[in-house]
Structure formats: structure tokens, C-alpha cells
């Protein structure tokens, strides 16, 4: 294998291990040797840690997520407002979770090359791995949390003021990129950031509606949760894109101990919600052709999420989530008779706009001081 030659993803990895073995022959002069499914995979991931992909395929992957997603949002609004008998919401998610493991076995297996490889790499990285698996839960864990405090911060709040303040995630999301990424943002792209959180705001938002609240509510319990709920947003989101960006593992790999977490604690989730009704009921009520399209869905969103966090940033996938709320929206004005509002003119505008300006070529922002650059110079002119 040609030094600096990108290392494919539709290469078997028996031949990749050949061309090491020949390669390290012909470097040594020594007989090769032998290379495992595992130290041929960790050899993998390591190329694919550093592999610059081509803007076409972040451009394809970005467009794949915005029309899922919107796609999605569409479906599971009418399974929940037109199909007669509601199914529960916990176990499409916790299926959902599932569904993405079993996906993403499949595309590691494809990428092994054989099942007993693919055998060989999960025992290697999850059974021998405690310490990965527990790093991989933490998001798991804290979007478990972040769900539970929006519905306290929904509970608490006016619907209208929930929508303004929980578009807060996603300047959250950008702060948390720069604090722990170290990665800096111009003024034109912290402007479209704010931008785009306008612009949701605006798409979604929806009159004060007038009907007496039947509850008290907590004002102050609500703000702290939506707090709480935004910053957990950004935290875990950011978390998971420098576990993939700062290892050498692989993307699936990553996936999967990610999902088995998740599997866990949404089953949790069903038995704390809704575990006697689905004693009663069965857990797969409600379900139609239509509740498996959702979780279909959702399973492959959420594989295009990992890889455009892992190629992009979650800077980029927030933006395609607002586009795909945009362009849910507009389908749900053919479909659902949803009236087209200037709220939602204004907001699309803005929308647009803020993915534009993000989208621009950083200008080179780098200062220099003015004794370093001489000092860097002097060499030069001592040697001619």
C-alpha cells in the first residue's frame, strides 16, 4: 500500500492486510508476518481517523440526513395525529435503538469481511473494553436526562416560551464545540448561528393559545430545566464528535457501543412509562406499516447523523436539522392543511440565509505577532 494512500471502505480487509504484509517485507527484508481480523481492523480505523473525505460526499451525507429527517418528522407526525390506535412512543424508540445496532453490525461486518472477524473485533472492543463502553454511555445517559428535563421545562413553561428558549441548544452546541474542541468561529458564522436559532423560532412558532391551564406551574423549576435541557443538548452532542475525531476506532464500532447503552436505558424508559399498559396491552400495540416506516427512519437518520458528526461537525448536522424542519414543515402545509403563515415566510428566509453565511470559506483569521515574524525571517536572511 502507496504511502499517504487513502485506505478504502470497499476494499476487503484481507487484502489490505496482504498488501501490509508485502509492504512491511519488502521495508524490512524479513518474512512477513501474519496480521489478525483485530490488528488489521485497528490498522483501519487509524486510516480512517485521519482520511479526508471529498466535499461531495459531506454534501451527499448532509442531503441524505435533511431528507430523512424531514421525511420522518412528516411520517411520525401522522401516526400520532391520524392513526386511531396509539402506540407507545417508548418502544418505537427503544426498537429504534435496536434496529441502529443491528445496522450498524452489518455494515462492520461488511467492512470486516467475514463473520468470524466481525466476531473477533466486537470481543476486542466491547467485551475487553469496560472502560469504552462506559465512555460511550455517557451520551446515552445525559440525552436520557435532556429528554426528561424538556418535558419539566414543557410542564412548566407556556408552549411559546418553550419554543424560544430551547432553540437555545444550538448557539449551546456551538459554545461547547469551541470550549472542547478548541475550534474557533468568525463573527459571520457566531452571527449565522443566532440567525439560524431565530429562524427555527420562528417556523415553529405558533400563537399563545388561550385555554386555562389546568396545573400549576413553576416558572423558575421550568427555566432551570430548559437550562439544563439545552446545555446537556450541546454537551452530549459535542462529547460523542470528540470521541469519534480523537480515536482510532472505527465509526461502527463507536456506534455499537453506543447503542447497547441505549438499548439499555430506553428499555428502562418503557418500563418506568408505560411498563403496565404494555403488560397489558403487548409491547408491539399500535403498530401498522406505518409506526415501522418511523422507526425505519429514524434508525437511518440516526446512522447519517454519526457519520456527518464524524466527517462535519454537530455545528453542520444542526443546520441540516433546521432545514429538515423547514422543509417538514412546508410538506405538512400540502398534507396535514397546516396554514402557511408569515411567521413561517420570515423564518425559511432566515434559515436559508444563516446556512449560506455558515457555509462560507473561512478567511484566514491568524495573527501574527509583529517580533515573531521577524524573528522567523532573520534565519532566512543570515543564510542567503
Known sequence: MRPGFPLRLDVPLHRIAREIQLN????????????????????????????????????????????????????????????????????????????????????????????????????????????????????????????????????NLDAAVYQVTYQLKIPSTALCTVFMLNRSLNKLQWLSVFMLCAGVTLVQWKPMETTKVQVTQNPVLGFVAIAIAVLCSGFAG???????????????????????????????????????????????????????????????GGLYTSVVVKYTDNIMKGFSAAAAIVISTAASVLLFGLQLTLNFVAGTILVCVSIYYYGLPKQNTSTFVPGEVEKQKQPLVNNV
Open 238 to 300: 459535542v462529547y460523542f464528535e470528540k470521541v469519534l475525531k480523537t480515536s482510532d476506532t472505527s465509526l461502527w464500532i463507536r456506534n455499537i457501543q453506543m447503542y447497547i447503552s441505549g438499548i439499555v436505558i430506553t428499555a428502562f424508559g418503557v418500563y418506568l412509562s408505560d411498563g403496565a399498559q404494555v403488560l397489558e396491552k403487548g409491547f408491539f400495540f399500535g403498530y401498522t406499516h406505518w409506526v415501522w416506516i418511523v422507526i425505519l427512519l429514524a434508525s437511518l
Open 24 to 155: 512491511s517485507a519488502c521495508t524490512a527484508r524479513s518474512p512477513a508476518r501474519s496480521l489478525t481480523h483485530t490488528q488489521v481492523w485497528s490498522l483501519h480505523g487509524a486510516t480512517m481517523a485521519t482520511e479526508n473525505v471529498s466535499l461531495l460526499f459531506k454534501l451527499y451525507c448532509l442531503t441524505v440526513m435533511t431528507v430523512v429527517a424531514a421525511t420522518y418528522i412528516v411520517v411520525l407526525r401522522y401516526t400520532r395525529t391520524v392513526l386511531t390506535e396509539m402506540y407507545f412512543a417508548t418502544t418505537a424508540v427503544c426498537i429504534t435503538e435496536v434496529l441502529k445496532l443491528i445496522l450498524s453490525l452489518g455494515m462492520l461486518t461488511r467492512d470486516v469481511g467475514s463473520f468470524r472477524g466481525t466476531l473477533s473485533t466486537l470481543y476486542e472492543h466491547i467485551l475487553r473494553s469496560p472502560k469504552e463502553m462506559l465512555k460511550l454511555s455517557i451520551p446515552s445517559v445525559v440525552y436520557a436526562v435532556q429528554n426528561n428535563m424538556a418535558f419539566v421545562a414543557l410542564s
